[in-house]
């Protein structure tokens, strides 16, 4: 049984860390991602890609690039990389064939500040349960009762 907890920002949104890694490009590092149904793919943004110390110029670039509310952003690729979540059952390693990082033109403090997002590619493998009222949210590979 999998069952990968998160945690509540401010707000009413919702969270779950990861490990992400990619031994090629040496990358290892935490990083807490919304949890986004509305994103269709799983994406590090700005702030934690300066943390993770990706070089641009490493990464594959995407064509045409992220379309999102602000208009379309600089897009690259990281291919085979896991994320690992902290799990009941202990360290949960995911396979994510393609991993996405924007990269804004300008990144002042409210770029900076944007959180990086666990889409659908991720999401829709996992139950999600997510109570407010309750204090909790978590991905689980068990059945969720209607």
């Not at 990619?22 to 943004?45: C, E, M, N, P, Q």
Request: charged fraction near 20%.
């Amino acid at each position: 049984m999998v069952r990968i907890n998160g945690h509540f920002g401010i707000g009413e949104a919702a969270y779950v860390s990861a490990l992400v890694s990619h031994k090629d490009l040496s990358i290892a590092g935490w990083v807490s991602f919304l949890i986004d149904t509305g994103a269709s793919r799983t994406i590090i943004l700005d702030g934690d890609a300066r943390a993770l110390n990706l070089a641009y110029e490493s990464l594959q670039r995407y064509q045409p690039g992220a379309v999102g509310v602000g208009g379309v952003v600089e897009t690259y690729i990281v291919e085979n990389c896991t994320l690992t979540f902290s799990s009941d059952s202990g360290d949960y390693i995911e396979p994510v064939p393609i991993l996405y990082v924007l990269r804004h033109r300008r990144v002042d403090r409210r770029v900076e500040r944007l959180p990086s997002l666990l889409g659908r590619d991720i999401i829709n493998k996992y139950n999600m349960v997510y109570s407010r009222p309750g204090g909790s949210v978590f991905l689980t590979d068990q059945p969720v009762p209607r």
